[in-house]
């Protein structure tokens, strides 16, 4: 059983920054992957950006050049830099373990970007 706490959502202006960490209660360097998603209202939730046990890294295209997901694995952390945001990245972001085959998920923190 995985559990994960994230922190670090609120409001934001347009063009302003954010940094949301997760922290796991198991060693994150044996969780196959760790990520964020996000779900805005009326939408499905989307891969936002994670990293594989190999170190692998991938990005949704529309946040691109913008954040940066990085993990530390001393404290089983898993943080997302989020910079430059803009209006269309509300959402609820919920931090996600896939330790196959079982998949994890946080309660979510929000993050509201006002223009």
């Known amino acids: 059983q995985v559990q994960l706490v994230e922190s670090g959502g609120g409001l934001v202006q347009a063009g302003g920054s954010l940094r949301l960490s997760c922290a796991a209660s198991?060693?994150?360097?044996?969780?196959?992957?760790m990520g964020w998603y996000r779900q805005a209202p009326g939408k499905q939730r989307e891969l936002v950006a994670e990293?594989?046990?190999?170190?692998?890294?991938n990005y949704a295209d529309s946040v691109k050049g913008r954040f940066t997901i990085s993990s530390d694995n001393a404290k089983n952390t898993v943080d997302l830099q989020m910079n430059s945001l803009k209006p269309e990245d509300t959402a609820i972001y919920y931090c996600?373990?896939?330790?196959?085959?079982?998949?994890?998920w946080g309660q979510g923190t929000q993050v509201t970007v006002s223009s």
């Open positions: 996600n373990a896939q330790d196959w085959p079982r998949g994890y």
């Open positions: 198991v060693r994150i360097s044996s969780i196959n992957a």
């Open positions: 990293i594989t046990i190999l170190g692998i890294i």
